[in-house]
């Protein structure tokens, strides 16, 4: 464990990053004037030598504590929430950020946030994630360096967040033909696009109410609900041009492979 250059300030906002395979990176921000998930992936990145940032682990694997003052009493109160996949290390969460014996909300779960058919094609490219290297490390943010443009280590340049992508793919049972079109959707994506997504795989054999929902009436489907409009590709999933065109990341005239 790093040890904590600075104290904790008696206000300030906190965010935890988890691995899967329970390492802990975090952050302390006094000024509470930003969210640094990004910040925390790309230092993962450089102390695990990753590929690229993993930014597919939030907001899964993250924790989010805030001492604020409550105007009314002129007391310190503290909210702190974690998802359902962290919630088992309340014990080293309290422990990094000096709370006690505090008792974490846990985050109410969001449709869409993450799948684990998703989530598994990570793994044999970022196989550290998935080991335990004993790390835990507090991201010591530099006083001249804003909190919403970089993080602290060796000045790597963090892309901006937009709109997140929520995407939905209908596919009929998890056969090989189902995983080849989730590798390539996921490679497609990681490659082009420069947004944070969630991907969700709905099994129309297991789930039909929600192929109705969605109009779906045949598969594969995959549909962007979000940005808006809401479109969709029917059939064929190899070509790259028309999922980049229907994900708005394209014009037909300027596609290159």
């Not at 395979?21 to 030598?49: P, T, V």
């Not at 690229?52 to 899964?60: A, K, N, S, T």
């Not at 846990?106 to 989530?119: A, M, Y």
Request: with cysteine; glycine share 4%; net charge neutral.
């Amino acid at each position: 464990m790093n040890p904590n250059k600075s104290p904790l300030p008696e206000l300030f906002k906190g965010i935890a990053l988890f691995t899967p395979g329970g390492d802990l990176i975090y952050c302390i921000d006094e000024s509470k004037k930003g969210r640094w998930h990004l910040h925390l992936c790309s230092a993962l990145q450089e102390i695990l030598d990753l590929p690229e940032p993993p930014h597919f682990l939030v907001p899964l694997y993250t924790a989010t504590i805030d001492h604020w003052l409550d105007p009314r009493t002129g007391k310190i109160r503290t909210f702190a929430e974690a998802y359902p996949a962290v919630m088992r290390h309340q014990a080293l969460l309290n422990a990094v950020f000096c709370s006690g014996n505090l008792v974490w909300q846990k985050t109410p779960w969001r449709e869409g946030l993450c799948d684990s058919l998703v989530l598994a094609t990570y793994r044999s490219n970022f196989e550290q994630l998935w080991k335990n290297n004993d790390l835990i490390v507090r991201l010591e943010l530099s006083e001249k360096v804003s909190i919403d443009s970089q993080p602290l280590i060796t000045g790597q340049q963090i892309p901006l967040q937009t709109q997140p992508y929520i995407l939905r793919l209908f596919v009929a049972g998890h056969t090989p033909n189902t995983e080849n079109i989730l590798q390539s959707l996921h490679e497609l994506l990681e490659k082009y696009l420069r947004s944070p997504y969630t991907l969700k795989v709905i099994d129309v054999l297991a789930h039909p109410e929600q192929a109705e929902i969605h109009q779906v009436n045949a598969t594969p489907t995959l549909v962007k609900v979000l940005p808006k409009p809401m479109r969709r590709i029917v059939g064929d999933m190899n070509s790259s041009e028309k999922i980049l065109q229907m994900l708005g990341i394209i014009n037909k005239s300027n596609y290159s492979t």
